[in-house]
């Protein structure tokens, strides 16, 4: 066990000079303190570990073997600092983070290639989970922070918002025909409809918009991601739950059609998401700054 690492210090110095004075100088501190911190840390370690000579002082073959462990243990000192600065720099460090998919390539992946080109020096780690599990995965220190689907009620969180995003429904070629009108939700609901997979915080959110209003949803086809339920939709296979920031393009292309509800549904919110009282990267939280 190290009992004191100020012995180990002033050893040090004193090993490294040659000289008790010397290392009290840089030490600035008083010879008779160096001179006793070494007898301490002889007598802790049951052995001589400098001798005088005519020109200061000199390691013995015990001191010898000491210094070598104590100068390595110095220079990783050196290293760690260093590292510690070049991360504070971005020049080094990580940052994970845990996002959808849709979310993951349409909010996340711009502001990434950006920090990634400016700080090529910073590992990104980037997992893909439906918002809940990216929640979870936050709380079992996985992920330094998470990009999600708001609202989430959670204590241990904490959650600021960016920008707000629309859902809506949206047909391919074959369900045109209802863009040119707007829909009761009960007329919509007697349609083929194509929505995400229930556990995601999105499905939630869309049976407990129909369920307030009293309308009882069963979709034809239930997917994985936003971008498959939009490939869905073009092939005539029905009528997809989509956010429309996200298909925009798609839309002012005529490949998608908004099919407009007599009852639209309520925007929700993107949320950054880190855990309280929980410190994150260097990386991770300069990362946030840039976002939205």
């Known amino acids: 066990m190290v009992e004191n690492l100020e012995w180990y210090r002033m050893f040090y110095y004193a090993a490294q000079s040659g000289s008790l004075t010397k290392a009290a100088a840089e030490l ?3 010879q008779p303190a160096v001179t006793y911190a070494i007898k301490r840390l002889e007598a802790s370690l ?3 570990l400098f001798f005088r000579t005519p020109k200061g002082i000199r390691l013995t073959s015990e001191g010898e073997v000491l210094f070598r462990y104590v100068e390595q243990a110095y220079n990783f000192i050196g290293i760690g600092e260093r590292k510690i600065f070049e991360m504070h720099q971005l020049q080094d ?9 849709t979310l993951c390539r349409h909010y996340l992946l711009p502001y990434l290639e950006e920090f990634h080109n400016t700080y090529p020096g910073v590992k990104i780690q980037v997992t893909n989970r439906t918002t809940p599990e990216t929640v979870d995965l936050l709380k079992r220190g996985g992920i330094d922070f998470g990009i999600v689907n708001l609202p989430i009620t959670e204590p ?5 918002e960016s920008f707000a995003i629309e859902d809506g429904f949206v047909a391919g070629p074959k ?12 007329k919509l609901a ?3 409809l194509l929505l995400l997979e229930k556990g995601s915080s999105t499905r939630t959110f869309i049976d407990r918009f129909f369920a307030k209003h009293q309308i009882e949803i069963r979709p034809e086809i239930e997917l994985g991601s936003v971008d498959l339920l939009v490939e ?3 092939k005539g296979f029905g009528i997809a739950c989509v956010v429309k920031n996200f298909i925009a393009d798609d839309l002012a292309r005529g490949e998608l059609h908004e099919i407009k509800l007599a009852t639209p549904l309520p925007p929700r919110k993107i949320g950054i998401v880190t855990l309280k009282h929980v410190p994150i990267s260097h990386a991770a939280a300069r990362f946030i700054e ?3």
């Open 28 to 30: 600035n501190i008083t």
């Open 46 to 48: 049951g052995g001589q």
């Open 93 to 101: 460090g990580e940052m994970k983070i845990g996002a959808g998919d």
């Open 156 to 160: 241990s969180l904490d959650i600021r």
């Open 175 to 186: 369900y045109r025909f209802l863009a040119e009108e707007t829909l009761p939700l009960k």
């Open 190 to 192: 007697e349609h083929p």
């Open 232 to 234: 869905f939709a073009r």
């Open 290 to 292: 840039r976002l939205p």
